[in-house]
């Protein structure tokens, strides 16, 4: 993994990130036919939902972490733009190589864009993530290794990607955006 420097031109202010996608070669199952992304949390995502729901993630908030369902009901499910907004994910992306829906995370508190480039530079970024909070479509449940699991079809409304310290969907850091552009006009890292 290439080390950026401030002198590269890189803010930490833009990040391509992964909202949902297999973080080991295991966690992308084939159930009968169908290809699903296994989270952590015990949940089956479906592959070919996640790729039709590019457009839903476009504009979608990321906050310092989830709230807790009491934490919803009190605030009413309503988040601070000035306390707890951190910044939105832009240029959703489905791969259909790696299984993975990407997107670009523009940050825009200034402190945690140091903090998550001092991270990268350091090469402890992933010691934290990215969980989603949504409203799911549920497709029923499958067997799984002996055990019955909860599949997702899609999503009646996409909440949130929020900032954690263990993500259970795959939800990570990919690489900083540098600012600065090569001859052939690509983004360097």
Known sequence: EAKLSAA????????????IGPS????????????????DNGRLYD???LAQSVG???GVKVY?????DEEFQLKQGMRSPATEWLGTIVKPRWDATTRQLRGVFKVVE????????AAYDQGILSSIGLSIDTFPIMGGDVNLEGRRL????????????????DPAAGGRFERVIAAR????NDMTE
């Not at 080991?24 to 989270?39: A, D, F, K, T, W």
């Not at 909860?150 to 310290?165: C, E, K, T, W, Y």
């Not at 552009?181 to 052939?184: L, T, W």
């Open 56 to 58: 839903q993630w476009e």
């Open 110 to 117: 200034e402190r945690l864009a140091a903090k998550l480039k």
């Open 24 to 39: 080991s070669p295991n966690h992308l199952v084939n159930i009968e036919g169908r290809e699903y992304i296994r989270s």
């Open 181 to 184: 552009i090569n001859k052939e």
């Open 150 to 165: 909860p599949v997702i079809q899609g999503f009646n409304m996409i909440r949130s990607v929020d900032l954690v310290a």
């Open 47 to 49: 592959v070919e939902a």
């Open 8 to 19: 590269d031109g890189a803010t930490g202010k833009e990040w391509e990130v992964t909202m």
């Open 64 to 68: 310092d972490t989830h709230l807790t």
